[in-house]
Every structure is written in structure tokens, then in C-alpha cells.
């Protein structure tokens, strides 16, 4: 379980550097008269229990020789330290979605382990463990909009659409982190229906309930080619699914994904 603690010059070596051999060491830079430092504080605490992480605290008012070494000119400034490196770092009071995703790149979370355990689950068919596992993370984490999204996307696949549409409309326009890949899923809805329901009369509609089957199975870039193949032939087909679909995909991989990057410069050249 992860725990807090306050590092100084002359222990930092001791509490950060060797530590990280052992578990990961966020290291929290701040001073008491700064606003953003006292916002992130208990949120950098509930993570460290979550993500099983050190969070070394440095008063950099009375320890300026090492917030020097390490070249701190704006706090809050956070780095994370792991195996005597530093591995990562961000600066300012971020938006906890953000530091998640940060933290992620590095760690797992408890709620990622139980994530990636229904997963595992799902893919080798135990569908009733899969569900009580999703089912116990989000009363236990009921405000938890992954856990949200994640569930929703389970539902999809098992055709419990009704469910999925309620856990959706959970999310609101307002969380900016989250509302995208919501009505991203509720994509994979329409989707799923293509999938299973269009009669392909033509190669437009062949590719597009082959580009569905694929995003339903999570095989991105196979939907993204079918999709892009739809633009090059006819852009408003079906009120431009083909630019739309692409759009949905992006949304629930996310603007830092190799992937959506890819295809959004390969969307860009075929429309403008």
C-alpha cells in the first residue's frame, strides 16, 4: 500500500533514489503559500494508496538545494522516480483524469488490475465472472468514470445494450475527460447493430459492417481502414458514416494513440 512522506535535502537519496528500487516514488515539489500545490495534495494522496506509489513530499522553501538539482522553477512540479530514474514529470495542478493517465504509463492501478482480471475473463469466455467483477468495481467505485466506460463496452459486447445507454448517460457534457469516449461507445452501439444487422447490398455496405465487426472486437485499425476506405469512395455515404465512424474510433482511443494519430492525418488528406 502506498503512503506519504516528507523528503529533505539531506535525505533525499535515502527516501526517493533507493526507494524507487523497491516501488515506484512520486515526488511532490511545493511550498505552503502555494494555492495548486494545496489542490493537489489530497489527490497525489488518494492516488498513492490506489497505485501503490511512494509520494515523497519536498518543502521547497526549506529544501531549495535539491528543488535546484533538479531545475524546479514553477510548483507544484511532481516527478516520478522509478529504479533510480526519473521516468516522468508534470507541472501545475492537472485535472485527476490527467494524472492518471500519467501514472498509467508507469503503474498499474488497483482498479487497473481488476480491469485488465475481468478482461481476462471476458476473453476466455467466463462471462458471468467477467460481469460480478465490473459489477463490484463500480459499487465500490461508483464515481469512477473508467470503471463506467469499461463496463459499458463489456455490456455492448453481450448485447445488454439498455444497460450500457444507462451507464453511459452517467456521463455528463461537463467531464471533459470522460463525455467523448461515452458518446464514443454509444457509437459502438450503432456499431454493434451494423454488425449484426446490415444486409451488405454493395461494397459500401460490405465495408462498413466489416469496419463495425472489427471495432466491436477491438481491432482498431482494421475498422479504421475499412471506415477510410468508405471515405475514399463516397464521403457522404449514409450521412458520412464512414468520416463519422472514424471520429468514434479516435474517441475512444484517445488523441495520444499512435493509431488515432495515423488515421486522422489519412482522414484529413481524403477530405480537405
Avoid at 494508496?49 to 514553477?74: C, H, P, R
Amino acid at each position: 500500500m502506498g503512503y506519504s512522506i516528507d523528503v529533505t535535502d539531506e535525505n533525499f537519496e535515502k527516501l526517493v533514489i533507493e526507494k524507487s528500487y523497491e516501488k515506484p516514488v512520486v515526488v511532490d515539489f511545493w511550498a505552503p503559500w502555494c494555492g495548486p500545490c494545496q489542490m493537489l495534495k489530497p489527490v497525489l494522496e488518494k492516488l498513492s494508496k490506489e497505485y501503490d506509489f511512494i509520494l515523497a513530499k519536498v518543502n521547497t522553501d526549506e529544501n531549495s538545494m535539491t528543488a535546484n538539482q533538479f531545475g524546479v522553477s514553477g510548483i507544484p512540479d511532481v516527478r516520478i522516480f522509478i529504479d533510480g530514474k526519473e521516468v516522468d514529470r508534470f507541472v501545475g495542478a492537472l485535472p485527476e483524469p490527467k494524472i492518471r493517465e500519467i501514472l498509467s504509463k508507469h503503474m498499474k492501478s488497483e482498479i487497473d488490475r481488476y480491469l485488465e482480471e475481468a478482461y481476462m475473463e471476458y476473453m476466455a469466455g467466463n462471462l458471468e465472472e467477467a460481469e460480478k467483477i465490473y459489477e463490484k468495481l463500480m459499487r465500490e467505485h461508483p464515481e469512477n468514470k473508467k470503471i463506467i466506460l469499461e463496463a459499458a463496452k463489456f455490456y455492448i459486447k453481450e448485447n445488454k445494450l439498455d444497460e450500457a445507454e444507462r451507464l453511459l448517460s452517467e456521463i455528463k457534457e461537463y467531464e471533459k475527460e470522460y463525455f467523448p469516449k461515452a458518446q464514443a461507445l454509444k457509437e459502438l452501439i450503432t456499431f454493434k447493430n451494423w454488425c449484426e444487422n446490415l444486409t451488405a447490398e454493395n461494397e459500401l455496405d460490405r465495408l462498413l459492417k466489416e469496419g463495425a465487426c472489427s471495432a466491436i472486437h477491438e481491432d482498431y485499425k482494421t475498422a479504421l481502414e475499412k471506415f477510410l476506405k468508405i471515405v475514399q469512395i463516397d464521403k457522404k455515404y449514409r450521412d458520412e458514416a464512414g468520416r463519422k465512424a472514424m471520429v468514434a474510433i479516435f474517441n475512444i482511443l484517445g488523441e495520444s494513440d499512435p493509431l488515432t494519430r495515423e488515421y486522422r492525418k489519412k482522414l484529413a488528406m481524403w477530405l480537405y
